[in-house]
C-alpha cells in the first residue's frame, strides 16, 4: 500500500506572495481537477485535559481573517475549542499529492454572519441542525427522525427557521500555514508560511 509521489517541486519562487493567496490558488486547483469535497478538512482539537478529537468540517469562508466552518457550538468539538482555543486544519488533496496544514487560534464569527449563512442553507439542513443535539448519546435513528419531523411539521418548507443559539461559526486565525507536495523517495517539500512578530516569514521544513 505505497504510492510513489511524482508531483514538484515546489520551491519558494513558486509561492504566491501570502499564505491566503496560495491556499486560493491550490483550492481553485483542487476544485479544477475535480477532486471530491475540495472545501472538506480535518479539524483536530484538544480539549482542556489534552485529550484530542478529529472529524472532517467544511470550509465556509476564507479571507485574510482566517478560515471559517459552522457548526453546533454544544457539539464536542465546540466544547473543546471553548476550553482550548486552539486548533489545526488539514486539507487532504490526496490525489494531488498536496495537503495544506494550518495551525492558529479560534474565535467566534459575529452572530450577523451566522445569521446570513444559517440562513443560506437548505430548509432540510437547518432542521437537522435543529433537531439533532451534536455528539451526545441518542437511544436510537428512530429518536432523530421524530426530532426532525416535529421540527418539519413545526416549520413547513418555505417558512423561515430560526437560527438556534447554540448554532454558529468559528474562524480558525493561522499562525502557521504549510504547504506539502509529495516528491519521489520520500523527500517531499514542506514550505511554511509562519507569523513572527507582526510578520509573515516562509520557511522550509524537512521532510
Known amino acids: ?5 511524482a508531483a514538484g517541486p515546489l520551491d519558494p519562487s513558486d509561492l504566491a506572495p501570502t499564505w491566503l493567496a496560495q491556499l486560493e490558488r491550490w483550492l481553485a486547483e483542487a476544485i479544477e481537477a475535480q477532486v ?11 480539549s482542556t485535559a489534552a485529550r ?3 472529524r ?3 470550509l465556509k469562508g476564507l479571507d485574510d481573517r482566517g478560515l471559517v466552518f459552522f457548526t453546533n457550538l454544544r457539539s464536542r468539538k465546540g466544547r473543546e475549542l471553548a476550553g482550548n482555543g486552539r486548533a489545526a486544519l488539514v486539507f487532504p488533496w490526496i490525489a494531488l499529492h498536496r495537503q495544506v496544514v ?3 487560534v479560534v474565535e467566534s464569527v459575529d452572530a450577523a454572519e451566522a445569521d446570513e449563512y444559517f440562513a443560506s442553507r437548505p430548509h432540510g439542513a437547518r432542521l437537522g441542525a435543529l433537531s439533532s443535539p451534536q455528539s451526545e448519546v441518542v437511544a436510537s435513528r428512530a429518536e432523530l427522525e421524530r426530532r426532525y419531523e416535529d421540527l418539519r411539521r413545526r416549520h413547513p418548507e418555505g417558512t423561515d427557521v430560526p437560527r438556534p443559539e447554540w448554532w454558529g461559526g468559528l474562524r480558525v486565525v493561522p499562525e502557521a500555514v504549510e504547504f506539502w507536495l509529495g516528491r519521489p523517495d520520500r523527500m517531499h517539500d514542506r514550505l511554511r508560511f509562519r507569523a513572527d512578530d507582526g510578520a509573515w516569514i516562509v520557511e522550509r521544513l524537512a521532510p
Open 1 to 5: 500500500m505505497r504510492r510513489a509521489y
Open 102 to 104: 494550518i495551525d492558529g
Open 56 to 58: 472532517t468540517v467544511l
Open 36 to 46: 471530491p469535497e475540495p472545501n472538506a478538512m480535518v479539524l483536530a482539537t484538544a
Open 52 to 54: 484530542p478529537g478529529a
